[in-house]
């Protein structure tokens, strides 16, 4: 007799680990410290689609510019609602394929997108381009000013969304799975889906719009993928000292980082030294040059930016973890790994 479960059954099981899931992800104290960054990027979103995406008329690939053609068809059903409609059904997918923490993250910061966008409407009502011009009476709008302001502002929300594992839902959800299965920068994903959506605004817009939405979505793409390098830079820095121990421990015990360590020797004294390396981001770096000031250690340092580390990045990890893994290290005679970054 087959022991193969039923497909429904298998369904059903995956649908339960991924609710199991989800909530063990709500508990965590790590998504409730983003939820305020979260909320601050949606904001930013809001903003910057209220007051420039709107008044400047542009049709930008995304699930706004896609809802923003639904409202001029159907202006009974507001832009807000339309939102909450595209993200509702790109969410199951997102919980599919992309896991349940982008999932649940995307879900929270989907579903304010829309209010917040309404609730700038109606507490801050905007007729026209904040950069018009009064001309011999008559109003003229400076487009420019309106697509620049709006791709930086949400762009920038954009990466910050990215950087927590998180979206704004819409079409960055079907960006999300491009990058997942090709490995293509998710700026440039996004791009391309947002341009590809930008032709349902010929239903509304002259070519003209069409046209320049798709500029301003490619700019958007290039604008998420700067900001993403930018936050996801990290700093190598190499220290040769004469006695590694107290750096070494400042470094593991305080900051709470991996370092390896390496026997080297001067090339003009030709005394034996030793040289630490460790990657860091910003704040420890600072940490680690305000305590380098501080010693009498004879010390050399270098330091140079990393666009990206792969495999284990320790997220401050309990002291205890730390010297477990430093009593499993192997060793060998002349490098010592403590822990891999």
């Not at 199991?20 to 979260?38: P, Y």
């Not at 026997?263 to 420890?284: M, N």
Request: charged share 15%.
């Amino acid at each position: 007799m087959s022991n193969t479960v039923p497909p429904s059954g298998e369904r059903t099981d995956k649908w339960k680990r991924a609710l199991d899931a989800t909530v063990r992800t709500l508990k965590t104290t790590k998504f409730w410290s983003e939820l305020f960054i979260m909320t601050a990027a949606v904001f930013m979103c809001a903003v910057a689609i209220h007051f420039f995406l709107y008044p400047s008329g542009i049709i930008t690939g995304s699930a706004t510019g896609v809802a923003i053609v639904f409202n001029r068809l159907m202006p009974g059903i507001t832009t807000g609602n339309f939102i909450l409609i595209i993200n509702v059904l790109l969410l199951i997918v997102a919980f599919i394929i992309l896991g349940p923490e982008f999932g649940a993250k995307t879900v929270y910061t989907s579903v304010i997108l829309g209010p917040f966008v309404d609730f700038l409407d109606d507490v801050a009502p905007i007729e026209g381009s904040l950069f018009a011009t009064d001309i011999a009476g008559t109003m003229y709008s400076d487009l420019w000013s309106d697509a620049l302001w709006f791709v930086l502002i949400i762009g920038i929300a954009q990466a910050i969304l990215f950087s927590v594992n998180a979206s704004t839902g819409g079409l960055d959800i079907v960006g999300k799975i491009i990058t997942k299965y090709t490995h293509m920068a998710i700026g440039t994903s996004v791009a391309i889906v947002g341009i590809l959506s930008c032709f349902t605004a010929l239903l509304t817009s002259s070519l003209g719009n069409v046209l320049m939405g798709i500029l301003v979505t490619w700019i958007n793409g290039l604008i998420i993928d700067y900001f993403m390098s930018k936050m996801s830079t990290k700093i190598r820095v190499m220290i040769v000292v004469d006695d590694p121990t107290k750096t070494k421990d400042y470094i593991l015990h305080t900051i709470n980082r991996g370092v390896t360590i390496h026997e080297v020797y001067g090339g003009y004294t030709g005394k034996k030294k030793y040289q630490l390396e460790t990657e860091l981001d910003q704040k420890d770096f600072t940490k680690l040059r305000q305590y380098l000031s501080t010693t009498t250690e004879n010390t050399f340092v270098t330091a140079d930016p990393v666009s990206d580390v792969y495999g284990i990045w320790r997220e401050k990890p309990h002291l205890k973890q730390l010297e477990e893994e430093a009593e499993n290290t192997v060793t060998t005679p002349n490098s010592h790994r403590i822990k891999p970054e």
